[in-house]
């Protein structure tokens, strides 16, 4: 591949036009690509960003074969690429004078292009995410089902909401998150634009969340998934999550996704008890571009 298979634009809804058949070809492996492009032609039409977005495309013979999105708080975004397309890009990148601050992808694309941004523009990197990503096969709702009901939210429940996406932000350590909550930029945070469901009492208290994104090239990601501490263990969560998996179907979602910690063991057996099946592992690194001291 050569840097010149590359094509570069600012201008979201020509990368669209081109790059959309690709992106839904495998709309649960491309979940984030989806719902971030998404969000920031939203932003775009609504005037609501300052500075532009870029994105690349991959081309050979006329077919797309893998994209990336580079946001103006720097977040790059990949879909999977052998080491040597990695390599042709961040080379590309660093000639162009790009500086991103993360790169998330799948794990051996993150991995990879990590190491060529380091060998072309001497930046450390610092792995700080790694996920399990589930599809949801088969919906098989927890047996015995924990008494309550699921139910989709409303502007009465917007202080529960906030305040459980921030215990769920310190939870996971999501701290850029718990700023934007705590500056009262609930609509800029990654939760502004989510569904919200709720799994309550019969007499109707909260006990549970879960939330998901719009419909995006028939994929729905169920995220965020929360339970406070006190509460967990009694089953609310795997119903709450069924409750949004069963409403992201009804939606026209083909494809429903979530992401879990590999290390949380217990809500990786929950996720596949429902019916949800391993797909695929992703990364992210950040990168440090101060330069050593001499010495």
């Known amino acids: 591949m050569h840097p010149d298979d590359w094509h570069l634009t600012q201008d979201v809804d020509a990368f669209l036009a081109r790059a959309g058949h690709f992106l839904h070809s495998r709309a649960a492996l491309h979940n984030m690509p989806l719902t971030d492009i998404e969000k920031l032609r939203s932003h775009r039409a609504a005037g609501s960003d300052d500075e532009t977005a870029t994105f690349g495309r991959l081309e050979s013979q006329g077919e797309v074969l893998a994209i990336f999105y580079l946001t103006p708080r720097g977040r790059l975004g990949l879909t999977p690429l052998s080491a040597e397309q990695t390599d042709t890009l961040a080379a590309h990148l660093a000639g162009l004078g790009h500086s991103p601050a993360h790169v998330i992808a799948e794990h051996d694309t993150a991995g990879a292009f990590s190491e060529s941004w380091q060998k072309h523009t001497g930046a450390a990197s610092a792995p700080f995410w790694k996920t399990h990503l589930y599809r949801l096969g088969t919906l098989t709702p927890p047996q015995p089902r924990p008494e309550g009901r699921g139910r989709l939210t409303g502007r009465k ?139």
Not at 162 to 191: P, T, Y
Request: hydrophobic share 40%; proline share 5%.
């Open 157 to 295: 429940d917007r202080a529960q909401i906030v305040r459980w996406c921030r215990e769920f932000c310190v939870d996971v350590g999501e701290q850029r998150s718990i700023d934007l909550i705590d500056a009262g930029s609930w609509e800029d945070s990654r939760f502004g634009d989510r569904h919200f469901m709720f799994w309550e009492t019969p007499e109707g208290v909260p006990l549970s969340m879960a939330a998901s994104t719009s419909v995006v090239g028939g994929m729905v990601r169920v995220d965020p998934v929360y339970t406070p501490a006190h509460l967990r263990g009694r089953g609310y969560a795997g119903a709450v999550t069924v409750k949004a998996s069963r409403a992201a179907q009804a939606s026209g979602a083909t494809d429903v996704v979530l992401f879990t910690d590999p290390d949380n063991p217990t809500s990786n057996a929950l996720y596949q008890r429902i019916g949800y099946v391993h797909l695929a592992d992703f990364a992210g690194y950040r990168f440090s571009y101060d330069a050593p001291e001499a010495g």
